[in-house]
Nanobody
Framework: QAQLVESGGGLVQAGGSLRLSCAAS????????MGWYRQAPGQQREFVAA???????YYADSVKGRFTISRDNAKYTMYLQMNSLKPEDTAVYYC??????????WGQGTQVTVSS
């Protein structure tokens, strides 16, 4: 079973930037659409962005124009560049497969906190 490890979160001021990383241990990364998700306290996880193995990207309306998802297939790593961060972006961010039939167990995620 593949494993995914998120990193790069932190505490930033509104308007700041962070770059999250998702490192995969399995080849599933190469043949699957991967996505970023987030979960705020008391809320369910929500979709943030996704990228196919070929580089096609998709974004939730709430982050379009501010977040950029990218992949380095040679490094089995996916990134989420987050600019113009808002307090409502505060959440634990997770990566996972976007294809529901191949969804892996959720990892620990990485905490992003945006202050006013």
């Amino acid at each position: 079973q593949a494993q995914l490890v998120e990193s790069g979160g932190g505490l930033v001021q509104a308007g700041g930037s962070l770059r999250l990383s998702c490192a995969a241990s399995g080849r599933i990364f190469l043949v699957n659409t991967m996505g970023w998700y987030r979960q705020a306290p008391g809320q369910q996880r929500e979709f943030v962005a996704a990228a196919t193995s070929g580089g096609t990207t998709y974004y939730a309306d709430s982050v379009k124009g501010r977040f950029t998802i990218s992949r380095d297939n040679a490094k089995y790593t996916m990134y989420l560049q987050m600019n113009s961060l808002k307090p409502e972006d505060t959440a634990v961010y997770y990566c996972n497969t976007a294809l529901l039939g191949l969804r892996l167990p959720w990892g620990q995620g990485t905490q992003v906190t945006v202050s006013s």
